[in-house]
């Protein structure tokens, strides 16, 4: 079944997930998570994080892609009606070594996710209670709030793969007035003339800062750089990163909302 959605209906597709995606999608993610979840439970949790950090930073890789193929939406010296930002996006698209990379990149997400919320799980049972006393927890502010930030940031992902990636799969009708179901451009346009998906992205893109604040600097030391020569350099990198990615893919809504 097919959700013919219109702009201003984008969590339309979110909401009805389990209806329009078709049972062999469902029996193959679970086929695929079932035993990825039974090593992640039986790993020790020290192997935990170091496949989470190892995952977070490909992850984190990502996103510098994705950030500069994304950027040729905005026009930087005339605009030229998305014709940049249609050729990446036709290349990634095509090229088979992108094809390839895909599945390492759901892979590597898969696991993030299933690693984060089963190391968080084991920290709750072993800490049941909070701590009496304020500032008793030497945890950094964002750490605190790992698992919040990132369970936000999924429900984001899981929306912007019903308005991008399964439209083009086939499994989402484009938006109302879109003939090509690749032309990203146009379906951009029509997202971040709404309002309300405009502010929630950018809302989300604030939360995935400080999500990556505390992860950039956590996966280096889980990896064993912890040093007090190279420390500070990362946490230096990490804080610029955090506010670099998210700020890059903030300006993109603002300013297709405000020309629209």
Not at 100 to 107: A, C, R, S, T, Y
Not at 233 to 256: A, D, E, T
Request: glycine content about 6%.
């Amino acid at each position: 079944m097919l959700i013919h959605h219109k702009p201003t209906g984008i969590f339309t597709c979110f909401l009805l997930l389990p209806e329009f995606l078709p049972l062999w999608f469902w029996v193959k993610a679970y086929k695929i998570i079932e035993p990825m979840s039974e090593t992640a439970i039986s790993m020790s949790s020290i192997s935990k994080k170091v496949f989470l950090a190892v995952a977070g930073l490909f992850l984190i890789v990502f996103l510098v892609v994705h950030l500069g193929i994304n950027l040729f939406l905005l026009p930087f010296v005339k605009d030229d009606g998305g014709e940049w930002f249609r050729i990446a996006a036709s290349f990634m698209a095509n090229n088979w070594i992108i094809k390839v990379f895909e599945v390492f990149l759901f892979g590597g997400f898969i696991l993030h996710v299933i690693l984060g919320v089963t190391l968080q799980i084991q920290n709750w049972f072993a800490r049941p209670t909070r701590y009496k006393v304020e500032g008793y927890s030497h945890t950094s502010f964002f750490s605190k709030f790992m698992i919040h930030t990132g369970a936000i940031i999924f429900i984001f992902l899981v929306l912007h793969l019903c308005n991008f990636y399964f439209v083009k799969l086939g499994w989402v009708s484009p938006p109302e007035g879109i003939e090509d179901k690749h032309d990203f451009y146009v379906m951009t346009r029509l997202l971040f003339a709404n309002t309300a998906y405009s502010v929630f992205y950018m809302i989300c893109m604030v939360l995935l800062g400080f999500h990556l604040n505390h992860a950039f600097q956590s996966a280096f030391q889980t990896l064993g750089l912890n040093h007090t020569k190279y420390t500070p350099m990362i946490k230096c990198l990490g804080n610029l990163y955090s506010i670099i990615i998210p700020l890059g893919f903030l300006i993109i809504p603002l300013y297709f909302l405000l020309t629209a």
